[in-house]
């Protein structure tokens, strides 16, 4: 009989895999960051306990393309400053990813809110234009000129923060207490210029960010990267805590606050 592909692996299958993965070589990303103050409450607003706001209302935006083997990927990043035992990081609201392979592994693995979209990086010259969208709305769009060459920052470690969840089956709430992450990343940079422009925020049900205005620009960059990642759980979240923010990672939180009709066959 010809192998069953949905059936099981075996334990040398699954053992090559594993190896594989902690094989990887480095992958380099070409990104446009912008950095911002935004309104101090809005910014403590959008923290689920028990992360906290830091001593800054900052706004980091990373939209990168990233050269993985086989096919380009589009990955961006929205995320506030924030601190949780005494480790100060960032907390993304919202992670679009050009490809479902890239989306699947953050949010099952580590909790990370992706969500397929459309991200972009381009250069013309010194013309710089990046940008985020969903649902044909560019909610974020970084603009402007490079100029500068920037000398190279050391390699350094970031921390994000993370909350991973089962929503309820019977749309109570959550199967179990989530639980925070902490994911550490270890970056180091080959190419790093300034770049004199601006941010736009875009109005989106789907992607409030413009909540999170631009009330002093900072640094905008362009530069080539690459990164690891590891994540280990820190802590359980009692769920009440955190329902009131559950639809962060949604499109329509009638997802997860509704139960499913009675007579539901269970249709994906």
């Not at 990168?64 to 380009?72: A, F, R």
């Not at 990043?77 to 992670?95: I, Q």
């Not at 422009?197 to 905008?220: E, K, Q, W």
Request: proline share 9%.
């Amino acid at each position: 009989m010809a192998r069953v592909r949905y059936g099981a692996r075996t334990e040398a299958e699954i053992a090559a895999a594993r190896t594989a993965s902690t094989r990887l070589p480095d992958i380099w990303s070409t990104g446009v960051v912008a950095l911002w103050e935004t309104d101090p409450d809005a910014l403590a607003a959008v923290l689920p306990p028990p992360l906290k706001p830091t001593g800054r209302p900052l706004v980091r935006v990373n939209i990168s393309k990233v050269d993985l083997p086989g096919y380009p990927l589009g990955a961006g990043s929205f995320a506030v400053a924030a601190s949780h035992g005494g480790v100060d990081g960032w907390y993304p609201l919202v992670m679009p990813m050009t490809h479902e392979r890239a989306l699947t592994g953050g949010r099952e693995v580590f909790g990370e809110p992706k969500k397929l979209g459309e991200v972009r990086v381009e250069r013309d010259g010194s013309a710089v234009r990046a940008w985020m969208a969903r649902h044909d709305i560019a909610f974020v769009e970084v603009r402007g000129r490079a100029g500068e060459a920037l000398p190279l920052p050391e390699p350094s470690r970031k921390t994000d923060f993370y909350f991973k969840f089962l929503p309820a089956v019977d749309g109570s709430g959550f199967d179990a207490d989530p639980v925070l992450v902490h994911c550490v990343r270890h970056e180091k940079v080959r190419r790093l210029e300034r770049v004199t422009g601006d941010v736009v925020l875009r109005d989106s049900m789907y992607d409030p960010v413009a909540d999170l205005p631009v009330r002093r620009l900072l640094d905008i960059t362009i530069g080539e990267k690459t990164s690891d990642q590891r994540g280990k759980v820190v802590e359980r979240v009692g769920g009440e805590a955190l329902l009131p923010y559950v639809h962060q990672r949604y499109d329509d939180p009638r997802q997860v606050h509704d139960a499913p009709p009675e007579n539901s066959e269970g249709a994906a």
